[in-house]
């Protein structure tokens, strides 16, 4: 290893400029420590893909100004939607008073305004830096090799997102497992603001989040998304990476099959493609989630797991997470003690927090709807469908009859065991939450 440069040491070095890295960045700055934040994009967000929405309280937590932020739209509706062949059942949330408590912005302007705000608080940006690997001396984590020079700090922090492969290199990380990983698909699609706010029944920059489970995706476990911009829509996916592989599917034939939906189709009738990108999404849960630190170093964010994919939550999940491991790295600082007995600060700080109660939570939530996938992502959404059909459909035909037919096949179409299965994993689902 080569000798430690002093003009190259600082005292926390941040890989990765996303959610996670910047609010680690910020925080360290803002506590009057020297902190370089290293981004392999030419500028933060040019890497980043997405297509939902950016939690307020989180965003409010470390950027007070968000509100100057290039935002799109504040989530005003939250529509969940259950689609058949060709017809669809929506429920929709909208309450007034929780308006602030979302909002959809785009990754390539958010990412950038909030490293400037860091860079206004002192925090050394440094794009265009690939970090290759991390470097050890005495099996402490004390700098970064980059393919221009080695770079050194009393402490690292890795923000590296989903396939972390820092974190892999010290051994806190596994291989990604395709089961504890689902890919994100999405596309934009340009049509005028009016246009959108019509087809959505939404006013100036009121948003809407819409996540879909049914036909489209059928026997895959996972959801189509649907999110306004302020003058795009932001289609697509997040799927189980395992189900794509067994089902042998194309994520773009399945992101067609979803446009083609009626329901979807209808939204983005007129629109011109602008955009399309895919990303892994962490899906492992509480169970996947690694060691999150060892001497000299810490895990935030993506790359330590921290994903709620029952609520579609992870930028929140990345800055606090961030938040916490630069609080630490302070803490450190102050008592000049950077081994993992001063760093299990930040494990203990995120278990007393909603991310890792949240991901306790759901611990068991994701593994039993993916074994029962076929069950609760698709038949019963299809059913809901069909007693709707008949429910509203005025036709000259007797109900009963109707009725008596939906039941009969309900209960053909899925033998008892399994609906006695379905029931028993229903309830599992519960009580884990309860518990
Ligand atoms: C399709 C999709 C939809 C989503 N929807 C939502 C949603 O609605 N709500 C929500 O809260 N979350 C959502 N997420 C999840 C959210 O995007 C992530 O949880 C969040 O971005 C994690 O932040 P992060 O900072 O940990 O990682 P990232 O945002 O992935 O940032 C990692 C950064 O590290 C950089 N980097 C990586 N390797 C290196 C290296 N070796 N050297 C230097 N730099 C490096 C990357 O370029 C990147 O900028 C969605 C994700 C996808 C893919």
Redesign the pocket.
Known sequence: MAEENLQNKTDVIV???????VSAAITVARGGKSVVL????PF?GA?????????THAAKEIFPNFEEAPIERYIAKHSYVLLSEKDSTQISYQNPEHEKNAFVAIRAKWDKWCVEQAMKEGVYFAPN???RELILKDGKVCGIKTDFEDYYADIVII????NS??AKQIGLRKNIKPKNVAL?V?EVIKLPQEVINKRFALENIQGCAMEIVGKPLENLFGMG?VYTNKDSIAV?F?VSLEDLKNHKIKPYELLDRLKQHPFVADLIQGGELIEYSA?L?PEGGYRAIPKLYADGVMV????AGL?NNVH???????MMSGKYAGETALNALEHNDFSSNMLCLYAKKLENSFVMKDMKTYKDVVHILGSRTGAFLNYYPYSINKFFDIFTCADGKPKKEKFQKFTKDFFTKRSLSELFKDAIAGIKIVFGILK
Request: proline residues 2%.
């Open positions: 890989i990765g400029a996303g959610p996670a890295g290293v981004e392999r994009a933060a890497k980043n893909m997405y297509g939902g929405v950016i939690y830096t690939l970090v923000a590296d997102g989903v492969l820092l994100g999405k998304i697509g997040g990303h999404i935030t964010g993506d790359a994903v579609f939550e992870g930028t929140n999940l990345a």
